[in-house]
């Protein structure tokens, strides 16, 4: 019997890194996806490289597009800072359209591949107010996708798993943890450096490194300084 194929959405950052993890523990051939998309740094992307690599993927490609030149974003726009604090409403960090865009990309390679089933690392429950890490949005797309290829139409209907949908940071950790995950390959920071160290302090830092805290493990994080109190 030939091994089932799925494209595993992967940036590098602790969730996409431990959804590849479970796609593996599933039995899944995975083929995982990045995006150069005009982001603040390159650190995530040689460390979705050096993951894929870890984990076995059976290959890992990198499309390229520049998101920076729409803007809206402080991911993708040097001129608006990163923020420290969450505040009310949607960040800015938000970067417009972002997870329709990847999984538009990984539904066509994965109609390519004769791949039926996309995983992505959004999160409803530690996640920083992103429309599009809802549930409703992955519903949404899974239909969008059956409605909008060959395969669907004909019957061969995809499937997009979030598994990580419902879980808090430190159940994700504890999750990663037990396949083997090993979180210093991953960097998660909004700003990290060159090298991938990370700034603990963006909400993003903040956010993995209460994951870590609650799950009672210590933090493999490789911080560019360790002024904040909550950095191991």
Known sequence: M???????LLSGG???TTVLAMARAEGFACYTLSFDYGQRHRAELEAAERIAQRLGAAEHKVIRMDLASIGGSA?????????????????????????TVFLSLALGWAEVLQARDIFL?????????????????VAAFEGLANLATKAGVEGDRFSIHAPLQNLSKAEIVRA????????????SCYQADSGGLACGR??????????????????????????????D
Request: proline residues 7%.
């Open 2 to 8: 030939a091994v089932q194929k799925a494209v595993v």
């Open 14 to 16: 602790l969730d996409s």
């Open 75 to 99: 991911l993708t726009d040097y001129s608006v800072a990163v923020p420290e604090n969450a505040g009310e409403g949607v960040p800015i960090t938000y970067v417009p359209a972002r997870n």
């Open 121 to 137: 690392g959004v999160n409803a429950v530690d996640y920083s107010g992103y429309p599009d890490c809802r549930p409703e949005f």
């Open 176 to 187: 990663g943890i037990r396949l083997g995950v090993d979180y210093s390959m991953t960097v």
């Open 202 to 231: 963006c909400e993003s830092c903040v956010l993995r490194a209460a994951g870590f805290a609650a799950a009672n493990i210590v933090d493999p994080t490789h911080y560019a300084k360790k002024s904040p109190q909550w950095v």
